[in-house]
């Protein structure tokens, strides 16, 4: 298999104040090493945005001329820890789609699937545009969660 290395960087919690100050997230799993202790992750993890919007990024530096992303998929598989050296590494570019994995040694951490093309032209349903704007958060289960998904509108 055939792959390119589009970036590498080490998340520092000087990078995580920053994201945290343009995000507003200031969420103690990313913030406070104490608090993070409490958590499953055990010790202050990177935002998962952050090294998503990263990725992208990377590739845009490394491959100026890509055409405008028209679909993203975005699956979130491991935590990226301060400290942790990541690289992106981009697999099967094409005219149409292309791969995208940010990875920690030899394991991934994030998938990108990202299909290029008229943002206004990609396929979804009216269902899938609906935007919802509940007045109080859902409460939903893990078992809940598992099977949602939606898009967010580009254009």
Not at 122 to 127: C, G, N, Q, R
Request: glycine share 8%; proline share 7%.
């Amino acid at each position: 298999m055939s792959f390119s290395i589009v970036g590498q960087r080490v998340f520092t919690p000087a990078d995580q104040d920053w994201f945290a100050s343009v995000s507003e997230d200031i969420n103690p799993m990313h913030m406070d090493a104490l608090a993070a202790r409490r958590t499953m992750a055990g010790f202050p993890v990177v935002h998962g945005i952050h090294t998503l919007l990263w990725s992208l990024d990377s590739l845009l530096a490394a491959v100026p001329d890509l055409p405008p992303i028209a679909t993203l998929k975005a699956d979130f598989e491991k935590m990226v820890y301060i400290g942790d050296e990541v690289r992106c590494v981009l697999l099967n570019g094409g005219e149409q789609t292309a791969r995208l994995e940010t990875m920690i040694g030899d394991q991934t951490v994030m998938g990108l699937d990202i299909g290029f093309g008229d943002p206004r032209a990609a396929d979804m349903t009216p269902a899938e545009t609906t935007l919802h704007h509940p007045a109080q958060p859902y409460d939903l289960t893990f078992a809940q969660m598992e099977t949602q998904r939606g898009q967010i509108p580009l254009a």
